[in-house]
C-alpha cells in the first residue's frame, strides 16, 4: 500500500497517572477563563484564522484495499472539511484534460472558438474524449503544458509523465490538493468566459464517456444537481459499462506499457477519481483520487468511490434517498419506463455494481431463466428503471422499499 495514513495518538485522561488529574476546579477554572481572553482578544485584533481542517476525527469512510487522496473544500467558508493523503499523487487519468483545456484558453476568448475547437473542446470536457485531449496535448507542446499551468496556477504536486511516457497525458501526476487549486483558479481567478465555458461543459458531463465508461460515479453519483464533474479512469480495460458488451476501441493510455512505478507515482493499479463542485454557486470543490487493487472489476470501484464520497463532508451537498442495494449480471439496461417492449435503454450498468433505489411498481413481466418477475426499480442516479432480477435482494418484491407513487 502506498502512504497508508497513520493515525494519531495520544494519551485520554483514564492513561495520566492519579495525580496529575488532581487539579483543584477554581485553577481549572481560572486557566480556562484567561484561554478565553485570550483568544476573545485575538479575535477582537483581527488575527487572520487558519483555514485547516477541522480537528474532528474525519468521516470519511475509505474502503479497504483502496488508496485515496481526499481534498473538499469550502468556498463560503475558506475551510477544508476534508483532507486524506491530499499530497500524495496519483497518475491524473481524464482529470488533466482540465489543465490541457485550461492551457488552450489561456489566450483564448473561449467565445470566440472555431467550430472544430469548440466541438473538440466541448466533446473533452463533457464526455472525456481521449483523442480531443491528445490533439491538444501535442498541439500544446506536451510536458510544456504541464510546466505553464502549474506555474500560473502555484500547483505543487503537478508533475509530467515520466521519462519515455511524455505522450501519454494520463501519466501526468496530480494530488488532491493540486486539485482543488485548479477549482479554485477556474472559479476565482480565471476570466469569466474561460470561467463559464469550463465550468458550463462540466455541468453537461455525459453519462457516458465516449469510450463507453460510465463517468457519473462519485460526485455525480452520490449528489444532487447542481454539480459539475471531470471523472477520470485507468486500468480497466473495456468494462465502462454504458454498452452492453465492451467498447471496441481501448484508450491509449490504458494499453500503454508502464514501470511499475515512477517518481513515487502508481501506475499500475486501477485508477478511479472524481473531481468538481457541488451545491449552488459551486459552493463546495470536492477531489477524490483512488487507487484499487490489481484486478479490481470497473463495477467494484465504482461502488468503492460512491461509498468514499457518501461519507465525506460536503457542504451545500443534497444526498439523493434511496437504499444502495447490490446488483449482478452484466449488460444491465436501465429503461425510462418499467417495461422492456417499446422503451429503448437509456443506458447500461457497469457489472456489479452497487445502485440507489428510491421506490419501485409493477410493470412488464420479465423472464431470466430460471427467474420471473414483474416488479422493476426506479433508479434516481439514472434517472430510469431496472428489473428487480438483477438485485441482489431476496423475492421478487425488494423488502423496505416503498412503491412508487405514480
Known amino acids: ?38 483568544a476573545t ?32 473544500f469550502d468556498r463560503t467558508t475558506g475551510e477544508f472539511t476534508e483532507r486524506i493523503n491530499e499530497t500524495l499523487r496519483f497518475r491524473s487519468a481524464s482529470v488533466v484534460k482540465l489543465l490541457i483545456a485550461l492551457d488552450y484558453l489561456r489566450a483564448r476568448d473561449p467565445r470566440s472558438l472555431t467550430s472544430a475547437d469548440r466541438t473538440r473542446l466541448d466533446s473533452m470536457l463533457r464526455s472525456s474524449d481521449d483523442s480531443a485531449a491528445s490533439y491538444y496535448w501535442d498541439l500544446g507542446g506536451r510536458t510544456a503544458i504541464v510546466g505553464r499551468t502549474a506555474a500560473q496556477l502555484g500547483l505543487t504536486d503537478t508533475v509530467g509523465p515520466p521519462d519515455g511516457y511524455e505522450s501519454y497525458w ?4 496530480l494530488s488532491a490538493a493540486d486539485t482543488v487549486r485548479i477549482y479554485r483558479h477556474i472559479l476565482d481567478s480565471a476570466t469569466a468566459p474561460v470561467r463559464d465555458y469550463m465550468m458550463g461543459n462540466l455541468r453537461q458531463s455525459t453519462r457516458c464517456g465516449t469510450d463507453g465508461f460510465d463517468q457519473h460515479f462519485g460526485i455525480a453519483g452520490s449528489f444532487a444537481r447542481p454539480w459539475a464533474v471531470k471523472q477520470g479512469w485507468s486500468g ?18 490504458a494499453q500503454a506499457p508502464a514501470p511499475l512505478r515512477a517518481a513515487g507515482v502508481d501506475l499500475t493499479r486501477e485508477a478511479l477519481h472524481t473531481t468538481g463542485t457541488v451545491g449552488d454557486g459551486d459552493r463546495t470543490i470536492v477531489a477524490v483520487f483512488t487507487l484499487h487493487p ?32 447490490g446488483t449482478w449480471g452484466s449488460g444491465v439496461n436501465v429503461r425510462p419506463r418499467p417495461t422492456n417492449v417499446d422503451s429503448a435503454p437509456l443506458t447500461t450498468l457497469p457489472a456489479g455494481v452497487e445502485v440507489l433505489v428510491s421506490c419501485q411498481k409493477l410493470g412488464l413481466e ?39 407513487s405514480s
Not at 170 to 173: D, I, L, R
Not at 301 to 323: E, F, H, I, M
Open 41 to 72: 482578544v485575538l479575535r477582537l485584533t483581527g488575527t487572520p484564522q487558519a483555514t485547516a481542517a477541522p480537528t474532528r476525527a474525519t468521516r470519511a469512510e475509505v474502503p479497504a484495499g483502496v488508496t485515496a487522496g481526499v481534498a473538499v
Open 236 to 253: 480497466f480495460g473495456s468494462s465502462g459499462g454504458c454498452t452492453p458488451k465492451p467498447s471496441p476501441t481501448v484508450p491509449a493510455v
Open 170 to 173: 494520463g501519466y501526468v501526476s
Open 366 to 404: 420479465v423472464t431470466v431463466p430460471p427467474y420471473k418477475n414483474a416488479w422493476w426499480a426506479y433508479l434516481p442516479q439514472y434517472e430510469g428503471y431496472m428489473t428487480n432480477i438483477y438485485l441482489s435482494s431476496p423475492g421478487n418484491q425488494v423488502p423496505g422499499v416503498p412503491v412508487c
Open 294 to 325: 490489481d484486478g479490481t472489476p470497473y463495477g467494484n470501484a465504482y461502488t468503492a468511490v460512491n461509498r468514499l464520497t457518501r461519507s465525506l463532508d460536503v457542504p451545500g451537498g443534497v444526498r439523493l434517498s434511496g437504499t444502495w442495494l
Open 1 to 38: 500500500m502506498m502512504n497508508d495514513p497513520t493515525p494519531h495518538r495520544g494519551g485520554s485522561a483514564a492513561d495520566r497517572p492519579p495525580g496529575l488529574r488532581r487539579i483543584h476546579l477554581r485553577r481549572l477554572g481560572a486557566v480556562v477563563a484567561v484561554l478565553a481572553l485570550a
